[in-house]
């Protein structure tokens, strides 16, 4: 489908949605991404009063910011659009509440040829009787019961609907890929929402729509934060860089369900299709093979028998399990010390309510992985509970992506096996193409192998599926360092810092990138700023090693006798404490961390063949004995190449 060409128009200016300019009488004015994006969002919400809050929230999605951001952002804006104290504002302020847009504004789309289709209405499977005004009062005094049981299944019967909906759009037009959100889900009804349940239905819907070709759906970790009742659906999918954006709702009320369904076009936002839906609560799981069978049959579906298969296929009979599974998505999601305990705690009681839950176990292996690249614990205590829960998922079931993808790390990291680990990371992107995650750890590997142009492109691929993910962002940073492209991996940790400040592992492979670089000033600014913020083992490392590189000797033995100090009481990555060693010129001492890295199965030890920071190293016969027990003992690329790191 032909991309449309959306531009707004006022007193003179016009703002080009697409290739995000704005123009005043022919001529370009100079603008700034977020001062763009907050006039956009007022041009998309004209005269409506936005508070404080939905602005920083839409302005700064991955940030936190405070209210003197905002004010000095719209001074900017003001000034942006030249006027200055003496003018009325076109942007009034509302005291203690917000902000209003109030000049007259036009929406512009150019007219495009689309298909005539015509979406049917899906019909209710049962027209619920009549009742009388006081049945109905009774009953509407009941909507605060939310059985989880009931919540947790209907999504499924519902996701045919929306595939229906995908396949009379496109089926008279040239096969295309589609990009799609589906938010968070609301709950209607006077109880408090239950937020990490209407994240975890989001994500049911989100797996079961990946499997369909045709769709780019943005995982839920992009969509996690977007759950308030009052946003704008057609805004949010312009911040996630989406064609269509899905929107729902939930009630339940006695024995029934009732779940409400939006498919909105982000460009004009334009509703496409929607749908009420009712059922029983008392046979959910009949329910929803119900649901999927009359829908496809009503909308003429073309699925391939594998398609049909994973629409309809249920992890779990167990609503028990279930509700303890999103739970331990819900806080490994959070990315935390805390949330990682949480997780596991629910993740085991899933198992236990059903040993058979493949999807628990996988989620079990996501969080020990995570426990050790994030630095919390040793790797020879975090893998192999990793590898255990993993294998555990694959024998009950062999075709789950995301388990394969886990035993992949494993083989890269721990087990230094990379023809093992290449053929995991190929079975589960077979298996699961639009898994973000996949794309973005294989990148990982193929940057380690040195084979750049195929890692960067992998990376891209992921970027397509998630774009405003931080964590992918960083990581292509990291290849292009690999790469020795430092400008390029400069760019792309600055864009990734635009998106947050504050993302502590961009700013940490920044000040790297700076000292390999010879910016020594910039990489001691970058660290100090995450230090100070922070204040972790690995921003403490950086911190020395930007010392060492500035010629801040004692600085930098002061930082590395307290993480000495601290080594006595948590693990420490040693690996990365060889940085520091290099740049102070400590040939002996670089080379000893890096052999207990080794010893200790440090993730880190898998880029000894790429990483930069290291070059000072190759010369040296023992770093070629260390690369050979890695298993990385091939041709080196870099190693008779001119780098700016020299013990010369």
Do not use: C
């Given at each position: 489908m032909p991309q449309s060409k959306g531009r707004y128009e006022f007193l003179g200016f016009r703002l080009d949605v697409q290739e995000r300019l704005l123009l005043r009488d022919g001529g370009s004015v100079s603008i700034t991404p977020k001062i763009f994006d907050m006039l956009l969002l007022f041009l998309e919400n004209?005269?409506?009063?936005?508070?404080?809050?939905?602005?920083?929230?839409?302005?700064?999605?991955?940030?936190?910011?405070?209210?003197?951001?905002?004010?000095?952002?719209?001074?900017?804006?003001?000034?942006?659009?030249?006027?200055?104290?003496?003018?009325?504002?076109?942007?009034?302020?509302?005291?203690?509440?917000?902000?209003?847009?109030?000049?007259?504004?036009?929406?512009?789309?150019?007219?495009?040829?689309?298909?005539?289709?015509?979406?049917?209405?899906?019909?209710?499977?049962?027209?619920?009787?009549?009742?009388?005004?006081?049945?109905?009062?009774?009953?509407?005094?009941?909507?605060?019961?939310?059985?989880?049981?009931?919540?947790?299944?209907?999504?499924?019967?519902?996701?045919?609907?929306?595939?229906?909906?995908?396949?009379?759009?496109?089926?008279?037009?040239?096969?295309v890929s589609q990009s799609v959100a589906v938010l968070p889900f609301k709950h209607l009804g006077s109880s408090g929402a239950d937020q990490f349940l209407e994240l975890g239905i989001a994500d049911t819907l989100i797996t079961r729509l990946s499997s369909v070709p045709a769709l780019n759906v943005r995982p839920a970790s992009a969509v996690r934060k977007y759950g308030d009742p009052e946003?704008?659906?057609?805004?949010?999918?312009?911040?996630?860089?989406?064609?269509?954006?899905?929107?729902?709702?939930?009630?339940?009320?006695?024995?029934?369900?009732?779940?409400?369904?939006?498919?909105?076009?982000?460009?004009?936002?334009?509703?496409?299709?929607?749908?009420?839906?009712?059922?029983?609560?008392?046979?959910?799981?009949?329910?929803?093979?119900?649901?999927?069978?009359?829908?496809?049959?009503?909308?003429?579906?073309?699925?391939?028998?594998?398609?049909?298969?994973?629409?309809?296929?249920?992890?779990?009979?167990?609503?028990?399990?279930?509700?303890?599974?999103?739970?331990?998505?819900?806080?490994?999601?959070?990315?935390?010390?805390?949330?990682?305990?949480?997780?596991?705690?629910?993740?085991?009681?899933?198992?236990?309510?059903?040993?058979?839950?493949?999807?628990?176990?996988?989620?079990?292996?996501?969080?020990?992985?995570?426990?050790?690249?994030?630095?919390?614990?040793?790797?020879?205590?975090?893998?192999?509970k990793a590898r255990a829960a993993a294998e555990k998922a694959l024998q009950l079931d062999p075709a789950l992506g995301a388990a394969h993808n886990s035993l992949a790390a494993i083989a890269e990291d721990y087990d230094r096996d990379y023809p093992a680990a290449e053929k995991e990371f190929k079975l589960a992107l077979k298996l699961d193409p639009g898994f973000a995650t996949a794309h973005e750890w294989y990148a990982d590997y193929l940057g380690l192998m040195g084979r750049?142009?195929?890692?960067?492109?992998?990376?891209?691929?992921?970027?397509?599926?998630?774009?405003?993910?931080?964590?992918?962002?960083?990581?292509?940073?990291?290849?292009?360092?690999?790469?020795?492209?430092?400008?390029?991996?400069?760019?792309?940790?600055?864009?990734?810092?635009?998106?947050?400040?504050?993302?502590?592992?961009?700013?940490?492979?920044?000040?790297?990138?700076?000292?390999?670089?010879?910016?020594?000033?910039?990489?001691?600014a970058e660290s100090q700023k995450q230090n100070q913020a922070q204040h972790s083992t690995t921003t403490m490392e950086t911190l020395a090693m930007s010392y060492a590189a500035a010629g801040d000797k004692p600085a930098a033995l002061e930082i590395l006798r307290e993480l000495q100090e601290r080594e006595r009481r948590e693990y420490i990555s040693t690996f990365n404490l060889s940085y520091v060693y290099v740049f102070l010129k400590d040939r002996d001492k670089a080379l000893e961390e890096l052999n207990a890295a080794l010893e200790r199965h440090d993730m880190n030890v898998s880029s000894l063949k790429v990483d930069p920071l290291l070059d000072p190293l190759r010369g040296d016969p023992r770093f070629h004995a260390l690369l050979k027990r890695a298993n990385l003992a091939t041709n080196e690329p870099f190693a008779t190449s001119v780098h700016l790191l020299s013990y010369r």
């Open positions: 004209p005269n409506r009063l936005l508070g404080k809050d939905e602005i920083m929230r839409i302005v700064w999605p991955d940030t936190h910011v405070d209210e003197a951001t905002l004010t000095r952002t719209i001074s900017e804006l003001r000034k942006t659009l030249g006027q200055t104290a003496g003018e009325a504002n076109l942007v009034q302020t509302v005291p203690k509440r917000g902000y209003r847009f109030v000049a007259p504004v036009a929406a512009v789309f150019d007219p495009e040829p689309e298909a005539a289709v015509v979406l049917e209405p899906v019909a209710q499977l049962t027209d619920p009787p009549a009742i009388s005004e006081n049945e109905q009062a009774r009953r509407t005094s009941l909507w605060n019961f939310r059985p989880v049981a009931v919540l947790a299944t209907l999504f499924a019967g519902t996701v045919l609907v929306l595939a229906g909906v995908w396949a009379l759009e496109v089926s008279r037009t040239p096969p946003q704008d659906p057609a805004a949010v999918g312009r911040i996630l860089k989406v064609d269509t954006v899905l929107d729902g709702s939930v009630q339940t009320m006695l024995d029934k369900i009732r779940v409400t369904l939006r498919l909105i076009r982000v460009r004009d936002a334009k509703p496409l299709w929607a749908a009420t839906l009712d059922g029983d609560a008392r046979d959910l799981f009949s329910l929803q093979d119900s649901v999927s069978q009359e829908v496809a049959r009503a909308l003429k579906l073309q699925l391939s028998p594998n398609e049909k298969d994973l629409f309809v296929k249920r992890a779990t009979d167990d609503s028990g399990a279930y509700r303890s599974y999103l739970k331990g998505r819900f806080f490994l999601g959070k990315r935390s010390p805390e949330g990682y305990e949480k997780a596991i705690d629910y993740f085991q009681e899933a198992t236990q309510a059903d040993p058979s839950y493949a999807l628990a176990y996988a989620g079990l292996a996501d969080v020990y992985l995570l426990l050790q690249g994030d630095g919390l614990q040793n790797p020879q205590e975090a893998t192999p750049f142009d195929q890692a960067l492109a992998e990376e891209d691929r992921a970027l397509e599926i998630d774009p405003l993910s931080l964590t992918i962002n960083e990581k292509k940073g990291k290849v292009l360092l690999w790469a020795r492209r430092y400008d390029q991996a400069i760019e792309q940790l600055q864009k990734t810092l635009e998106m947050d400040p504050s993302f502590s592992p961009a700013l940490i492979w920044l000040s790297r990138v700076y000292a390999v670089r010879g910016m020594a000033v910039d990489s001691l």
